[in-house]
């Protein structure tokens, strides 16, 4: 990847910026011009005031023989009129253009985040991913739209008052240098490796408390129920210790720095030019000119400090886009997952693991070794075992969350890395415990599996999945928002509505993940229910359905079992036949039969 990313990285954040305005990018050149030329257009009154004072002091003391005074004020007025219109032409066009970028930004990285290989968003938070996406974008808007323009401006007049101080004087001129090459020194200091690297570590950490924030606000009901502190959740209070050292770092030392400068540098003006000029005066022979030099280089001097602050604190946001664009080019280079060149069309509806074997990214234990099962068409089968044995794991390959290390997956006789993304999706529906449902209507939530559903249409996925007993307690039926006041359910009723959803896409293979392992006797009768009326599919035609089972009561009924433990297939076969085997199947049954029985004893005694 990196390989690939050298020559980009080499480019200047700003150029790789302005990629994303794509055509808007003309519109960028054009306001930074038109910022330039509206500062050297500023220019203009400044040289009306010098050359009021140059008359009056020609014609001193008979202040009235001065007669284009008046003139001289109307051109002042005027160029700065002309110089703040340009300004604001200039600012327009950038804004355009920023705007454009940032938006391209946040789509493009958005885009890329939706083929991105399921799993990414696993070792990815999404409270860093969301950072990346809207705040990276967020801050190169200001650098784009007002800080590139400013500084095309500032180089101007500071291009130009380099030129106008040889122009008259040039001791004078050479006196008024000094300090500005002064200030350029510290500048390139500042804007050198070492502030680059405060500004990564600066940014690197606002994106660790973004990520630790999202993980502590969703961890609060854990923190509440075992009565612990703030401080308890150590890796966001250490995050926010860290980030509050670096921000008075920065404060102090790189914004205090600034300001010290431009102080510097005004005062330094002053300091250099004023015993120049004493120390020149009493050779002037025209000591008249040699004072309206003076005054010339006293006025244009003042205007330096205020280009160079703006150009410094352009290093500033320099930065932190540098930084912005390089963490949406990092996710811009996040795995996406690759779509066959000649994508292979399903033949049937039938799931295979062929000699499957995965494991995790950064770990040595396989978390698959060998894997190999089938659930023909129309058939049901179950995957159980022990906690960790590898059952998400194995229907996570099937959507190509990930993909295999060795082996094969095939869905309707097709592996899947040969099938075409979309195709995938549409032939399988995924109902997995990470599933959740949007702040939306319930409505909304199950037409998102098929945004055409009609009303009816949803309603019927509805009652099949055994929800019409949560949509009469809801306040406006389908039509209620999940989470607004009254509309909050159950482990099991989230299930049944995400059953409804899998029942509307009516794909005919259903790979999913049982969301609860305990489940009210009410409850459970009607997941099951629901269960059935999914695998039965429309017209007659059965689905095939690949579950991860928690409850043993649900697998009973499948055509076939599986048993993965350790990663390995245990054994396989019916339910009566893994009994009848006595391995580690019926060992896990007769601890289920003995829960259930405990459960009974204890109901009666209550
Ligand atoms: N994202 C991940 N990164 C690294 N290892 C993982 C990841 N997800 C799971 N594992 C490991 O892979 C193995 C199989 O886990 P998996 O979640 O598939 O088991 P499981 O049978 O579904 O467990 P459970 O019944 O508890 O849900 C375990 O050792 C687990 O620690």
Redesign the pocket.
Same mark, same amino acid.
């Given at each position: 990847m990196d390989k690939k990313e050298e020559p980009s990285r080499r480019r200047s954040a700003v150029s790789r910026l302005l990629d994303f305005a794509g055509p808007r990018k003309a519109l960028t050149y054009l306001g930074c011009t038109l910022s330039a030329i509206s500062m050297v257009v500023g220019f203009g009154p400044y040289v009306c005031i010098w050359l009021v004072a140059r008359d009056l002091i020609a014609v001193a003391p008979n202040w009235s023989t001065a007669t284009s005074i008046a003139v001289y004020g109307w051109w002042a007025l005027g160029l700065s009129v002309a110089s703040i219109l340009l300004y604001f032409a200039g600012l327009m066009c950038t804004h355009l253009a920023a705007f454009r970028c940032a938006a391209n930004m946040r789509k493009r990285a958005t885009e890329h985040l939706m083929h991105t290989s399921l799993?990414y968003f696993? !070792?990815h938070a999404s409270g860093a991913l969301r950072r990346v996406v809207d705040g990276c974008a967020a801050e190169t808007e200001g650098m784009l739209a007002h800080k590139l323009p400013d500084t095309a401006g500032s180089v101007a007049m500071i291009v130009g008052m380099l030129v106008l101080f040889f122009v008259f004087d040039w001791r004078l001129g050479l006196a008024c240098l000094v300090p500005v090459i002064l200030s350029l020194i510290c500048m390139f200091y500042m804007m050198g490796g070492r502030g680059m690297e405060f500004m990564t570590k600066y940014m690197e950490s606002l994106v660790k408390m973004n990520k630790t924030g999202t993980e502590y606000v969703r961890g609060i009901p854990v923190v509440k129920v075992f009565q612990q502190t703030v401080h308890s959740f150590k890796a966001f209070h250490d995050a926010i210790e860290e980030f509050t050292r670096l921000a008075q770092d920065y404060a102090v030392r790189w914004c205090r720095t600034p300001q010290s400068l431009s102080l510097t540098i005004i005062n330094g003006v002053a300091l250099f030019l004023v015993p120049v000029a004493i120390l020149l005066a009493p050779g002037e022979g025209d000591f008249g000119a040699f004072l309206a030099n003076f005054a010339f280089y006293a006025i244009f001097s003042a205007v330096i400090p205020t280009a160079m602050t703006r150009v410094m604190f352009m290093s500033d946001a320099l930065q932190s886009a540098t930084d912005a664009v390089n963490r949406v080019e990092e996710v811009l280079a996040a795995p996406m997952i690759k779509a066959p060149a000649a994508p292979k069309e399903p033949v049937d509806n039938s799931i295979v693991f062929d000699d499957v074997s995965f494991t995790?990214?950064?770990?040595n234990?396989r978390?698959l070794s060998h894997v190999s099962f089938s659930v023909p068409a129309g058939s049901t089968v179950a995957l159980v075992?022990?906690?960790?044995? #590898?059952?998400? !794991?194995?229907t996570s390959l099937v959507p190509r969350f990930w993909d295999v290390c060795a082996g094969r997956v095939l869905v309707g006789g097709v592996d899947v890395r040969s099938m075409d993304p979309h195709r995938l999706m549409e032939h399988v529906a995924f109902v997995f415990q990470a599933n959740h449902l949007f702040k939306q209507s319930v409505l909304e939530n199950v037409r998102a599996a098929r945004p055409d559903a009609t009303r009816e249409e949803v309603a019927r996925a509805l009652s099949a999945a055994q929800c019409d007993d949560i949509i009469e307690k809801l306040p406006d039926g389908v039509d209620t928002v999940y989470g607004a006041a009254g509309a909050h359910f159950s482990g099991g009723e989230v299930q049944r509505l995400m059953l409804a959803r899998a029942i509307m896409k009516d794909a005919p293979i259903v790979v999913l993940d049982e969301a609860t392992a305990f489940a009210d006797p009410e409850n459970e009768a009607k997941i099951q229910k629901a269960f059935s009326e999914l695998a039965s599919g429309r017209s007659g035609e059965k689905r095939t359905v690949l579950m991860?089972a928690?409850r043993l009561s649900t697998v009973r009924k499948a055509d076939k079992i599986v048993v993965?433990d350790a #990663?390995r297939v245990a054994e396989q076969g019916t339910h009566d036949e893994l009994l009848a085997a006595g391995g580690l199947y019926a060992r896990m049954w007769a601890d289920y039969e003995r829960a259930v029985s405990w459960k009974i004893t204890s109901e009666e005694v209550a």
């Open positions: 799993g696993d !070792t995790y990214e950064g770990v234990e978390a075992g022990p906690s960790g044995g #590898g059952k998400t !794991t194995a991860v928690h993965l #990663g």
